[in-house]
C-alpha cells in the first residue's frame, strides 16, 4: 500500500462488487475507507450461485491489481473463448474466437457471490472499516466535506461520499440526483442448465422476438448458466410453468445447441431496467456502478460498465481529486454509459421485432459481418468492452 501524504476519508455505502472495489483500490492507494453495506459479509454454498457475470479483459486486469483475481477459487471461473449469436427466426449467425483477435479468451464467467466474498476479504484485510448490517438514514455534503448517519446511530465524517448502492439506490434518491428511465418491459430468467453436449467454453446467444436467451460457460464442461430475458407476460409464465413444461420451452428456443438440457437448479426472474443518472456528482457525493447505470443483461456489459467507473476513478483519487478532475470523470462515464445504453437499445429493438423486412435486414447483417474481418473484429472487440 502507498501511503499518502494528503490521504483522505471515504464514505462507500454498498457493498457490491462495484463497492468493494472502489473500497480496495482507494485503500491501496493509502486512503481511509469505511463501506457500509446493509447485509453481512457475502457467503456463497457449493452449489453454483444463480447470479454470475461475464467480465471482459478491463474488469479482469482491476481485479488482478486488487490482487483479489488470483484468489477466486478456479473452480468457480468459466473462462469462455468462443461466442456464438444467432437469429431463431432467420438465417443470420455471427461467431467468432478470441485467437481472432490474438488473445487467450474473450473474458472469464464469474459466480457474483463468489468475487464479492474475495473483494469483502481482501478490503477487511487491507483495513477498509466496515460497516455490516447498517444502512445510511440520513446524509449531507458540501463542497468540502460529506457526513452519514448509519442506522446504529453512528455519525461517519468524511472527504467523500460515494454512493455504490445498486440500481435503487437511496443515496441518489435521498440527494434528488435526477434519472432517465425506461421500463424494458422484460424479465431476466437466470438458472444452472447441464447439457448434454460440453459448452466447449463457448458463450451462445440467440434472439428469440420476445427477448434474447444465453447461456454462459461454467467451469464444469457441462453447465452453463442460463439468462433468459423474455417479455414480462411471457416471463411470469415461464417462472410458474413446471420444471418440464420449462425445459421444453427453452429446448424449442436453444435450436439443439447444446443437446438435451436439465435444470440444474431453482428458476428466478429479475426485473429489467434501462436506467442512467443525470448528474453523477453533487458537491462531494459520487455515484458509481449499478447506482448511477443499469442496462440489460444482453451484452453482459453492466458489472464491466461499473468497473470502468471504478478504474477511471482509482486514476483521479491518484492524484488528489478536484471539482475540476472529478467532472472529467463523470463526463468521460457518462459518455461510456450511454453509448452502451445505446447499443443495447438499438439490439433490443432490431431484434425484437417480428417485422420481415427487418427480419431479412439482419440476416444479412449477419452474414455480412460473419464473413467480413474489419467488421468481425470491430464486433470482437466490443464484446472485449475495449
Ligand atoms: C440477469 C442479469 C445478468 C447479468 N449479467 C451480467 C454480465 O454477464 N456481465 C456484466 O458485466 N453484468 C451483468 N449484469 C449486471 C450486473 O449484475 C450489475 O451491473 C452489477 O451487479 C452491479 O453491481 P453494483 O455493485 O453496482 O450493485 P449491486 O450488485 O446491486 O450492489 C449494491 C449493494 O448495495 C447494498 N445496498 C443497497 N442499498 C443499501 C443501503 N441503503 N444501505 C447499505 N447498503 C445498501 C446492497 O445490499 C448491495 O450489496 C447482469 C444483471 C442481471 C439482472
Known sequence: MTTQTNALTVIIVGGGMIGLSAALGLRQQGHRVHMVERSGRP???EQTELRVSALAHH?????QNLGVWQKLPSERLGPYTGMQVWDHDSFGEISFAAAEVDADDLGAIVEN??????????????????HAEEEVTAHQVDAEHAHVTLSSGQQLHGDYLIAADGARSAIRERAKLPISFWDYEQTGIVAVIETEQPHQGVARQVFLPTGPVAWLPLHDPHHVSLVWSADSDYAQQLLADDDKTFIHQLQAASDQCLGTLQLASQRVGFPLRM??????LQDRLLIIGDAAHSIHPLAGQGANLGFGDVIDLLAVFEQSPSQRSLRGWERKRKAAALTMIT????????????????????????????????????????????
Open 275 to 280: 436506467q442512467y443518472a443525470q448528474r453523477w
Open 113 to 130: 457471490r463468489v468475487l464479492e466474498q474475495a473483494l469483502w476479504d481482501a478490503a477487511e484485510a487491507s483495513g477498509v472499516v466496515m
Open 59 to 63: 474488469s479482469r486486469a482491476l481485479l
Open 343 to 386: 447499443a443495447m437499445e438499438a439490439f433490443k429493438r432490431g431484434f425484437g421485432s417480428a417485422n420481415p423486412l427487418l427480419k431479412l435486414v439482419r440476416g444479412v447483417g449477419f452474414k455480412v459481418a460473419n464473413s467480413t474481418a474489419p467488421i468481425k473484429r470491430m464486433l470482437v472487440k466490443a464484446a472485449l468492452g475495449e
Open 43 to 45: 457467503t456463497y454454498s
